[in-house]
């Protein structure tokens, strides 16, 4: 089962890479060498029925860590704001 998946993916990029060759798109080709790559790498796995463990709590981690970041950041601006705001004009 391993070795079809191989071939297919093998398949896949023939026909998915190489019009991205013949174009000259250096970044189309990577981004998606690296998608193919990875779904060929986890597929096999599968199919070898190696358990893959989840990619859910990275992502979830990720995301929590931007918007964080994020509604920190509008916090300052909104205080900055306030502050500039409350302040006396001078006469």
Known sequence: MAIIT????????????TPLIK????????????LLLCSCTVL?????????P???KPIENLIKAI???NSKKRVKKCV???LATDRPSAL
């Not at 191989?6 to 890479?17: R, Y």
């Not at 096999?44 to 893959?52: A, N």
């Open 23 to 34: 174009k000259g798109d250096i970044k189309g080709f990577a981004i998606n060498l690296a």
């Open 67 to 69: 918007i964080d970041n």
């Open 6 to 17: 191989v071939m297919v993916f093998i398949l896949i990029g023939i026909f998915e890479l």
């Open 80 to 82: 900055k704001r306030s």
């Open 44 to 52: 096999t796995l599968k199919s070898l029925q190696i358990s893959v």
């Open 54 to 56: 989840s990619p859910l």
